[in-house]
């Protein structure tokens, strides 16, 4: 039932406005939705005239590649471990096992592509590779982390004096796949 009035609202609101508009969505939508622009909508807070804070839906600037007019499904959003209500972006949550263990679970690896993506950019933003990263949160949560915390290649005493090490993330220069593998 829920899921039949949300379609009914987005097509609505598709209908009403024509194309979707981050700064039209009400803000329980906001967050994972993407305008028909293709830029995320992202979820800020303002001090409003009674000074309260509030919140409001915006255009970012980050470009969802090959999503257009979507607004994410209450079943991904569950599944994956996020929050509608949080205030914008951050790699941080990746370094939350418990969070990283959802959003690498089949429920949400395989069947919430938006989510996915978002995340996967993050952890390439922070020199890891989503994929690796889900791989070692199955085998070894603490090496997950850390690979995270590091954002690439971590150089200790010896490993310094002997040189760089390889990091976890392709190089500039090296072609990589931007879509998110199957796990």
């Known amino acids: 039932m829920k899921m039949i009035i949300f379609l009914a609202f987005t097509l609505f609101l598709q209908g009403t406005l024509g194309e979707l508009d981050c700064e039209e969505l009400p803000v329980g939508l906001c967050s994972f939705s993407i305008a028909s622009s293709g830029k995320r909508c992202l979820l800020e807070t303002y001090a409003s005239n009674d000074g309260t ?8 600037e980050v470009v969802a590649i090959n999503l257009h ?8 959003v569950s599944a994956c471990g996020v929050d509608r209500k949080s205030v914008g972006i951050s790699s941080d949550s990746l370094l939350d096992s418990q969070f990283t263990d959802k ?7 395989q069947k919430c592509p938006n989510i996915v993506d978002l995340y996967y950019n993050l952890a390439l933003g922070e020199g890891a590779f989503l ?7 199955r085998t070894n949560s603490r ?5 995270i915390q590091s954002s690439g290649a971590a150089f200790g005493p010896i490993a310094a004096a002997a040189g760089p090490i390889s990091a976890a993330a392709p190089s500039p220069s090296s072609p990589v796949d931007c879509a998110p593998a199957p796990v």
């Not at 994929?131 to 949160?137: A, M, N």
């Open 53 to 60: 804070m509030d919140f409001q839906c915006k255009t970012s």
């Open 69 to 76: 007019e979507y607004i994410e499904a209450d079943e991904c």
């Open 103 to 109: 959003l690498c679970s089949p429920q949400c690896y």
């Open 131 to 137: 994929p690796d990263l889900c791989k070692s949160q």
């Open 143 to 147: 090496r997950s982390m850390a690979q």
